[in-house]
Nanobody
Framework: QVQLVESGGGLVQAGGSLRLSCAAS????????MGWYRQAPGKQRELVAE???????NYADSVKGRFTLSRDNAKNTVNLQMNSLEPEDTAIYYC???????????WGQGTQVTVSS
């Protein structure tokens, strides 16, 4: 079982910045991908950013140029630096990781990000 511990989130004014962090622990042999999703009220959960074992980083079009995902493989940690935040970024943000050996998909508990005008 993999545990994802999230930190960060909060309330910020439009144009401000926040940084989310997620650390994975447990019986991890190999991480296939790790990143962040978000879900706004009344909307489906969507990918924000993730990094894969192949070294590719994927971003939602809406956050490209504003958000930066970084990964520390040694610490099994990802950080999401969110700059130039917009009210449309308001959502619950969930850390996600997919592992191999053992295979699994894991989610953090979610952290609220609220951006005010």
């Amino acid at each position: 079982q993999v545990q994802l511990v999230e930190s960060g989130g909060g309330l910020v004014q439009a144009g401000g910045s926040l940084r989310l962090s997620c650390a994975a622990s447990g019986r991890i042999s190999r991480i296939h991908s790790m990143g962040w999703y978000r879900q706004a009220p009344g909307k489906q959960r969507e990918l924000v950013a993730e990094v894969t074992s192949g070294g590719n980083t994927n971003y939602a079009d809406s956050v490209k140029g504003r958000f930066t995902l970084s990964r520390d493989n040694a610490k099994n940690t990802v950080n999401l630096q969110m700059n130039s935040l917009e009210p449309e970024d308001t959502a619950i943000y969930y850390c996600n990781t997919k592992t191999t050996l053992p295979w699994g998909i894991y989610w953090g508990q979610g952290t609220q990000v609220t951006v005010s005008s």
